[in-house]
């Protein structure tokens, strides 16, 4: 144990003499982990909650503690961490007649399943990408029917804002199953083991709600090659985690894994040799182009102004991507036109391009007529 100190910060301490008689009458505590790397990679689960309590009471006795600080195992599980969510009442002294709570390994970190009512009939272009997800389809419909042969791991890859997440959502609704989405970037947590957990908690519901996707935007973010994982921080149990559920050791079957990045090169291959599919999405042609904002334009609260030419429009925004023309193109312009009151204009179109992509000069009047 430590010597005595105040309270710092982050960490429960014992207190002073003052402070005696200022008991706490209940602490929940949630389990957070190793701080460092390097450390047990064995982890305590509380079975017996009157057992984990005299344990507590007795190596935390006469600690000043407060909502947020952290509690240090000193005896079975060595600076293994647990936070403290709650205290009645605060910066109060631990007892022993202190009763404990405890959560779960980040129970609130699971998003509900999904239940979308997005159609492959929305998504405009990616008539490749679609045809091989047909697969998918068959295989949700039916998961006994493929046995060893399932399309269980998917990569899909392609430029951001082409329509990855939205094909997902269009797949779980074509079969009516749940989609379990998450971004990457989430599963990188505080301490050393939080993804890992998380990983494991993600396939673990997939199982109960199978057949399911389970659908990993923003892939790259704990999948980028070696090379670069120093430079991004140590996230390979992670990925590690992510590969022994991909390989199948724990058998879960009805579950597609789809994973979604813009930065196919960079993915280590080790992960990518684990997709039996790669799907790719490409940036959507002219006539494509064309066809989104005719699609689009046909929800608008206000109606086109005369001079406005889709056909042109289209033309000009090479390198636009589905996201780009709705988001940044169509919106703004359309935003623009309600502040200003009326029809939506070719200047509002010409405006809404340039800042689109990024001049700052004033757009040539007419370049959408």
């Known amino acids: 144990m430590r010597s005595k100190q105040r309270v710092n910060n982050k960490k429960g301490s014992k207190c002073s003499s003052s402070a005696k008689g200022n008991g706490a009458k209940s602490v929940t505590v949630k389990p957070a982990g190793y701080p460092l790397k390097g450390m047990f990679h064995e982890y305590p689960e509380t079975s017996e909650l009157d057992v984990f309590e005299f344990y507590a009471r007795e190596q935390w006795n006469g600690f000043i503690i407060k909502k947020g600080d952290y509690l240090f195992d000193r005896r079975m599980f060595p600076d293994f961490a647990f936070k403290i969510i709650d205290v009645d009442p605060e910066n109060s002294e631990i007892g022993k007649n202190t009763k404990f709570m405890v959560e779960d390994y980040d129970a609130d970190f699971l998003v509900p399943d999904m239940k979308t009512d997005t159609s492959f009939k929305e998504i405009i272009g990616q008539n490749k990408a679609k045809k091989k997800c047909k697969l998918i389809e068959k295989y949700l419909s039916n998961p006994r029917k493929f046995g060893k042969w399932a399309p269980k791991n998917i990569l899909f890859h392609g430029p951001s804002g082409t329509g990855k997440t939205m094909m997902a959502k269009a797949l779980a609704n074509s079969v009516d199953v749940p989609l379990l989405a998450v971004k990457a970037t989430k599963l990188i947590g505080e301490f050393v083991g939080d993804g890992a957990r998380q990983i494991h908690q993600l396939y673990e519901k997939a199982e109960e709600l199978s057949p399911c996707i389970i659908f990993i935007d923003e892939f790259d973010a704990v999948a980028l090659n070696r090379s670069f994982q120093e430079i991004r921080g140590d996230v390979s ?129 007419g370049m959408f007529a």
């Open 237 to 365: 149990e992670i990925v590690n985690a992510i590969l022994t559920e991909m390989d199948g050791i724990d058998e879960r079957d009805g579950i597609c894994t789809i994973a979604a990045t813009n930065m196919m090169a960079a993915l280590d291959p080790a992960v990518r040799s684990r997709f039996e599919e790669e799907i790719e999405f490409t940036m959507p042609t002219m006539e494509e182009r064309y066809k989104i904002l005719q699609t689009y334009t046909r929800t608008f609260p206000v109606k086109l102004a005369k001079d406005v030419n889709l056909q042109v429009i289209a033309k000009k925004t090479t390198g636009f991507s589905g996201r780009d023309l709705v988001e940044k193109l169509l919106k703004n312009a359309l935003h623009k036109a309600i502040l200003k009151g009326g029809k939506v204009t070719s200047r509002q179109f010409d405006e809404a391009f340039a800042e689109a992509v990024g001049k700052k000069s004033e757009p040539p009047k």
